[in-house]
C-alpha cells in the first residue's frame, strides 16, 4: 500500500515537472516568435523604399549623409532612426525604470536589441536605458537633429551624437554609429 502510494507520488511529481517543461517552452516559443515578427517587421520598414509622408527628417542629416561613404541609403539611415525615435526608445523609456527591469528587459529582448540597435551587451544597453529614463514624455517628438559638431568619419563609418526633445521633457542625446557596411538582417546603425 504504502509502496503504492510512493509510486504515485513519484509518478505525480514527473508529470508536473513534464507540464512544468511544456509551459516554459511554449511560453518562450511565443516570445521568440514575437520578438522575431517585431525583428522582420522593422527590418523591412527599413529595407523599404518608400518613404511615406509621415517620415519627419532629423535636421542636418545632410551633413552626417555628405560624411558617410558606406552602402545605406539615405533614406535608410533616416528610416533607421526614426524607428528609434519614435518605437525603440518609448518602449525602452516605459519597459526599463531600474538597473533590475533594464537587465530583465534585455535579457528578454537580447536578440531584438541586436538586430535592431546594434548593442550586444548589458552594460552598453544600460547606458541607453539610463538615458531613456530621463525622458520625461516620449509621446511627440517635438526635435530632432545630429549635432553638427559631433560628425566624425571613422574607419569602419561614421558617428555622431543625435538629440531628441520629447514634448514635455529635456533634449537627449544618444550616440549613433553609422556602419559602412550593411547586412539585410540586422541593422547597421549602432545607438547608444
Known amino acids: 500500500m504504502k509502496k503504492k502510494l510512493n509510486i504515485s507520488l513519484v509518478i505525480l511529481i514527473m508529470l508536473a515537472i513534464l507540464i512544468m517543461i511544456i509551459i516554459v517552452a511554449t511560453y518562450n516559443a511565443i516570445i521568440l ?14 529595407n523599404s523604399t518608400e518613404k511615406g509622408s509621415e517620415l519627419q ?6 551633413v552626417v549623409l555628405a560624411a558617410y561613404k558606406g552602402e545605406a541609403s539615405g533614406l535608410k539611415i533616416v528610416k533607421t532612426i526614426m524607428y528609434y525615435a519614435n518605437n525603440n526608445i518609448p518602449e525602452i523609456h516605459e519597459k526599463c525604470s531600474s ?5 530583465r528587459y534585455y535579457k528578454a529582448h537580447k536578440i531584438q536589441i ?3 540597435l546594434g548593442i550586444d551587451n548589458f552594460d552598453d544597453f544600460y547606458v541607453l536605458a539610463e538615458k531613456c529614463m530621463g525622458i520625461k514624455n516620449t509621446g511627440n517628438i517635438e526635435s530632432i537633429r545630429f549635432d553638427y559638431n559631433s ?14 526633445r520629447y ?3 529635456d533634449e537627449v542625446s544618444f550616440n549613433v554609429k553609422i556602419l559602412n557596411s550593411t547586412s539585410s ?8
Do not use: M, W
Not at 185 to 192: G, H, L, M
Open 33 to 46: 516568435n514575437k520578438q522575431n515578427k517585431e525583428i522582420d517587421k522593422f527590418i523591412e520598414y527599413v
Open 57 to 62: 527628417t532629423p535636421e542636418l542629416t545632410h
Open 99 to 103: 538597473k533590475f527591469s533594464s537587465k
Open 114 to 116: 541586436y538586430k535592431q
Open 151 to 164: 560628425v566624425k568619419i571613422e574607419d569602419d563609418g561614421v558617428s555622431a551624437v543625435l538629440c531628441i
Open 167 to 169: 514634448e514635455d521633457s
Open 185 to 192: 538582417n540586422q541593422t547597421s546603425i549602432n545607438i547608444r
